[in-house]
């Protein structure tokens, strides 16, 4: 191999941002049905990439009870930052954002809802419970 392309390709290999351990396609199932999907790759040193999620009916105590199949279609995140291990971002879902906080928790990750004191209020006020974090296991 020529001198200049291996040059060439070790700047190449040394500008690409090497990936995060964030990177990847990771799902959480209940009872067999795969509901939550979050795929996220670093380009250019940033992570980028989408969630879906289907609807969920959960007990009393913010655990699962039903779920629904993950739509197929992934909806763009937005507002990635980094703060230490916890990445958060944001989804348009209708008028609204949702935001949300993944962690590492050995080899997976925890995907936290992150709601508003006015979504806490307008939960309450309907009886419903908080979801309980999710792990979420990387998927194929």
């Known amino acids: 191999m020529p001198l200049l392309a291996i040059i060439a390709l070790a700047t190449f290999a040394a500008v690409q941002a090497p990936a995060t351990k964030y990177d990847g396609t990771w799902i959480a199932q209940f009872e067999g049905?795969?509901?939550?999907?979050?795929?996220?790759?670093?380009?250019?040193?940033?992570?980028?990439?989408?969630?879906?999620?289907?609807?969920?009916?959960?007990?009393k105590d913010g655990t699962l009870r039903h779920v629904e199949p993950a739509p197929k279609e992934l909806s763009p995140i937005f507002d990635v930052r980094q703060k230490g291990d916890t990445l958060s971002f944001s989804r348009k879902d209708s008028n609204d954002a949702d935001r949300f906080e993944v962690s590492s928790v050995g080899t997976d990750l925890q995907l936290t809802f992150v709601f508003t004191e006015e979504d806490r209020r307008e939960f309450a006020a309907e009886g419903l419970p908080l979801p309980k974090p999710v792990r979420l296991v990387k998927g194929k």
């Open 33 to 59: 049905v795969t509901w939550a999907r979050l795929e996220l790759r670093t380009v250019n040193g940033a992570v980028t990439g989408g969630i879906s999620l289907g609807n969920i009916e959960m007990h």
